[in-house]
């Protein structure tokens, strides 16, 4: 059985940072790409990162180039979003996905599992 289990998510200030952990179970690590998308309240969902554990590709919404850096532990079956300087638009639940693949994937149908979320709060 697949599972996706996120955590690390909680309420920030503007300008702090947070890293978000994907802990994966139930399937062939190194052959997936997983992926993060979030959900700000009254918004759409939207992907923010992901990496391919197959050739180490990643991928980067424009909202997330150069605060957000998206890495994988293979030996823990962990991937990790560490997110800096964040914003209140950061505000969301950010949801852990994963699909079978080679290069990082970008859009929602692209995956096949969804994890619950975290939800990560930026506030003053």
């Known amino acids: 059985e697949v599972q996706l289990q996120a955590s690390g998510g909680g309420l920030v200030q503007p300008g702090g940072s947070l890293r978000l952990s994907c802990a994966a179970s139930?399937?062939?690590?190194?052959?997936?790409?997983i992926g993060w998308f979030r959900q700000a309240p009254g918004k759409e969902r939207e992907g923010v990162s992901s990496?391919?554990?197959?050739?180490?590709?990643?991928y980067y919404a424009d909202s997330a180039k150069g605060r957000i850096t998206i890495s994988s532990d293979s030996a823990k079956n962990t991937v990790y979003l560490q997110m800096n300087d964040l914003k209140p638009e950061d505000t969301a639940v950010y949801y852990c996905?994963?699909?079978?693949?080679?290069?990082?994937?970008?859009?929602?149908?692209?995956?096949?599992?969804w994890g619950q979320g975290t939800e990560v709060t930026v506030s003053s």
């Open positions: 996905v994963a699909a079978r693949g080679i290069v990082a994937l970008r859009w929602e149908d692209d995956y096949d599992f």
């Open positions: 139930g399937f062939t690590f190194a052959d997936y790409v």
């Open positions: 990496i391919s554990n197959n050739d180490g590709s990643t």
